[in-house]
């Protein structure tokens, strides 16, 4: 499906799918550590279809956020999903009674967990299916053969429709992609966090999505000297900043920031489309290098 976007920096395509460059992330409207309810159903519900109203058309998502509430959540806002959006969830974690991510990527898990992101997200086929690998500290080094060609064998049954691999390292991006092709690669990558700049443009040039998470520092916002003083001399908020800075930084960076607030998201959508001069880009590039 093809489809075209006012939103700030335009559209890309996953595969046989156009969505918006700038997305949404799910997990924070699961309740605090990612647990539970949210405090304000309401209001996350409202989040996320203004994100869609507003012209969003790629969700991140997975059951392992509540678990299971927040693909909920997206299910109840926005079911029967438009055509025009696309919602990518993960497997490879559970979650455990303290709020741990215990690694789960037997070939019964991921079975397992492709059933249930079917199920709370209320659809016969997941459009974008990204495998975890690594843990909670980041990408660790090992084949994820096992775990691809589980993906592919879904894939063949028609559950899952696009693959992408996420916490990787370079070597397992390469190794996936001898197995089937690969969409996206959702690493941990922001102004301050930049180990994956080589493969951030080795994907360009192969046409491949980056997607990074925590672009705005996840549950330690970017903090910054830098940050702080292109954001004031621009008149802009600093999570603007950072997110103009993602667009500007290569054509295949998606966005999908997360925020519980319709305010937030407001206010990220139209901060992203910031340009931002040499000079600001030359200071911030100083923050992560
Ligand atoms: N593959 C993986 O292993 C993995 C790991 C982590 C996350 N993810 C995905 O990546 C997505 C993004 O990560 P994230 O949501 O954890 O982190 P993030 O996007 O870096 O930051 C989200 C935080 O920023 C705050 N925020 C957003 N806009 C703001 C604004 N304009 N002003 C001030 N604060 C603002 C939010 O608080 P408010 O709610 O107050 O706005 C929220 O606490 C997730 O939703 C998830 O889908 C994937």
Known sequence: MTSTTTLPGGTWTLGDRTVSRFGY???????????????????????LREAV???????????????????????EALHPYP??????????ADRDADGGWPTARTPDDLRR??????????????DLVNMRMGDAAGPRPGSIAEAMHVLVELQEQ?????????????????EA?????IVCVQNM???????????????AAEGIAYVPFFPLGGFTPLQSEALTSVASRLGAPAMSVALAWLLQRSPNILLIPGTSKVAHLRENIAGAALS?????????????R
């Open 158 to 174: 028609g559950l899952v429709r696009r693959i992408g691999v996420s916490n990787v390292t370079a070597d397992q991006v390469v």
């Open 189 to 203: 990558y922001n102004l301050a966090h930049r180990g994956d700049d080589p493969l951030v443009d080795q994907l």
């Open 83 to 92: 055509d025009s959006v696309l919602i990518a969830t993960k497997v490879g």
């Open 276 to 288: 931002l001069s040499a000079q600001d880009v030359a200071e911030l590039d100083r923050i992560g």
């Open 113 to 126: 967990q492709v059933r249930a992101n079917l199920v709370s997200l209320g659809v016969e086929a997941l």
């Open 177 to 181: 992609r001898g197995i089937a092709p």
């Open 25 to 47: 992330g799910a997990m924070q409207l699961a309740g605090p550590w990612v647990m539970g309810p949210p405090a304000d159903r309401a209001a996350a519900i409202a989040v």
């Open 53 to 75: 109203e507003l012209g969003i058309t790629h969700i991140d998502t997975s059951d392992a956020y509540g678990p299971h509430v927040t693909n909920e959540l997206v299910r």
